[in-house]
Nanobody
Framework: VQLQAYGGGLVQPGGSLRLSCAASSTIFSGNIMAWYRQAPGKQREWVAAITSGGALAYADSVKGRFTISRDNAKNTVDLQLNSLKPEDTAVYYC????????????WGQGTLVTVSS
């Protein structure tokens, strides 16, 4: 498996989830890793990114609520989702970071997050 995200589920508004992603060393090592999401009927969007040195970046829509982290020894990247809103409902994917991420052809398995009461 080159990329596999897991940890999604159904959560009430205001709740939390922690997503994890396991990546192959070929994809992970030395690369900026990112989380993306695709809501039903919408285009995929970038959510957060982290460099191998730990520098962080977030989309405005999740800043202050989501936290990205990585374990360089385990080739994993996590996303802590807090204060979830219904509009966070989406399939979440991890991958390397690219400005032109919509040109990425391999996405691996995503994980569905549903925020609903």
């Amino acid at each position: 498996v080159q990329l596999q995200a897991y940890g999604g589920g159904l959560v009430q508004p205001g709740g939390s989830l922690r997503l994890s992603c396991a990546a192959s060393s070929t994809i992970f090592s030395g690369n900026i890793m990112a989380w993306y999401r695709q809501a039903p009927g919408k285009q995929r969007e970038w959510v957060a990114a982290i460099t191998s040195g730990g520098a962080l970046a977030y989309a405005d829509s999740v800043k202050g609520r989501f936290t990205i982290s990585r374990d360089n020894a385990k080739n994993t990247v996590d996303l802590q989702l807090n204060s979830l809103k219904p509009e966070d409902t989406a399939v979440y994917y991890c991958n390397t970071y690219r400005d032109a991420f919509r040109t990425i052809t391999y996405w691996g398995q995503g994980t569905l997050v549903t925020v609903s009461s």
